[in-house]
């Protein structure tokens, strides 16, 4: 089955700076990769999603980039914010419609 | 509000009893998705069903048990309760069978097990 691993599991950084997390997923049968965002006691909300036949995706802070050939996706957020401190999970999922497989999350923590 | 709806919001219950948690998904949505997320954890995949039928099975335990209805409001039963069964239950729809397009998910039910 799918196995999803996710880097790191904390992170710091000062408010404007940039925060990547990188995720790796094993089944090459995987084709769809979303990105949520949990804050404390909140349900997981998606923020952005990218599809296997598209190598990057941005929205306004925000943007996604896959490598299907490495077998890597990760997730960018430019210009951190306070309010931008919340757990971030990646997910994998192949076309046969099998389970969402999570990553064990990032728990990124913008300073001011 | 999400469209996804979980009952109840909180529940306390002794260890060795029964709990039904509910779910509605969102209108339109063939797809729920439970899953279960202990304190600091992350997501872990319980059950699919689709449009009635299950589709996918994760990591649950033979004490739980899950259905969805033809309304396509789905149950998900926990029997015979112990402490490390408490944890925050999400639900999660989705119109695709695959989940494509992305989850929905409910605000959750907190189980405590005392």
């Known amino acids: 089955g799918e196995n999803v691993e996710q880097h790191p599991s904390t992170l710091s950084v000062q408010e404007g700076d940039s925060a990547v997390i990188k995720c790796t997923y094993s089944?090459?049968?995987?084709?769809?990769f979303p990105w949520y965002k949990q804050e404390l006691g909140k349900r997981p909300q998606l923020i952005i999603d990218?599809?296997?036949?598209?190598g990057e995706k941005k929205d306004q802070r925000i943007a996604v980039t896959l490598n299907k050939t490495a077998k890597h996706f990760s997730l960018h957020i430019t210009e951190t914010q306070p309010e931008d401190s919340a757990v971030y999970f990646c997910?994998?999922?192949?076309?046969?419609?099998?389970?969402?497989?999570f990553g064990p999350g990032t728990r990124l923590s913008v300073l001011p | 509000d999400s469209g996804v709806t979980q009952t109840p919001k909180h529940l306390i219950t002794a260890t060795g009893q029964r709990v039904t948690l509910r779910c509605s998904p969102r209108?339109?949505?063939?797809?729920v998705y439970w899953y279960q997320q202990s304190l600091d954890q992350g997501l872990q995949f319980l059950i699919q069903?689709?449009?009635?039928?299950?589709?996918a099975k994760g990591n649950i335990l033979e004490r739980f048990s899950a259905q969805q209805f033809p309304d396509l409001h789905s149950e998900l039963n926990l029997s015979s309760l112990e402490l490390g069964d408490s944890a925050l239950y999400f639900c999660?729809?989705?119109?695709?069978?695959?989940?494509?397009?992305?989850?929905?998910f409910g605000s959750g039910t907190r189980l405590t097990v005392v």
């Open positions: 999660a729809s989705s119109v695709a069978t695959d989940g494509a397009g992305g989850y929905t």
């Open positions: 990218i599809r296997s036949n598209v």
């Open positions: 209108s339109g949505d063939l797809s």
């Open positions: 089944d090459s049968a995987s084709n769809y």
């Open positions: 069903y689709y449009n009635g039928e299950e589709r």
């Open positions: 997910a994998a999922i192949n076309s046969w419609g099998q389970n969402f497989v």
